[in-house]
């Protein structure tokens, strides 16, 4: 039995202490937000926070997550209304959607570390995330729009 705080919330979840986080999000608490990619850590779709630093929740046992606070898209604001979902929105940012949860996920650890990224800090954050729709120059412009940034 592993205790887990997701999302402000504390579950006690009986699972294999290896399971990929990934998998105890989705599957077991029922967090569909968080997508699976490629399962090797390499697209970013299934990027979570882990006290509030970006991780790629497919790889990481769940294990690791004891003791610490995971954030998931879901936690990110309950109504939709943080500022980069907010730019997401009026942006138009998705096509297919698939990797903007971790797209997010990954912008918001930015911009928590850097409130006013440059461009280049943007796309040096981000470029761990990929989009198989190409969306790229949206996502920043989204990130730019989020911090306030010109």
């Known amino acids: 039995m592993l205790k887990l705080r ?13 399971m990929p986080l990934l998998w105890v999000v989705r599957d077991v608490l029922g967090l569909t937000g968080t997508k699976f ?21 497919c790889v990481m046992p769940a294990r690791r997550a004891v003791g610490h606070e995971v954030t998931t898209i879901e936690g990110l604001s309950a109504d939709g209304s ?22 997010i996920m ?3 650890a930015l911009l928590r570390k850097k409130p006013a990224p440059s461009d280049a800090e943007i796309d040096q954050s981000l470029a761990g995330n ?10 920043r412009a989204a990130v730019k729009k989020a911090a306030g940034v010109p």
């Not at 990929?130 to 949206?138: E, F, S």
């Open 130 to 139: 990929l989009c198989r729709c190409g969306t790229y120059l949206r996502i």
């Open 82 to 103: 943080h500022p980069l979902q907010k730019a997401w929105v009026e942006l138009g940012v998705p096509q297919c959607g698939y990797c903007q949860s971790g797209q």
């Open 37 to 57: 990619g490629c399962g090797e850590a390499l697209c970013g779709a299934c990027v979570v926070h882990l006290d509030g630093e970006a991780m790629r929740s």
């Open 6 to 18: 997701v999302n402000g919330r504390d579950h006690d979840v009986d699972v294999d202490p290896e």
């Open 106 to 108: 990954s912008a918001a």
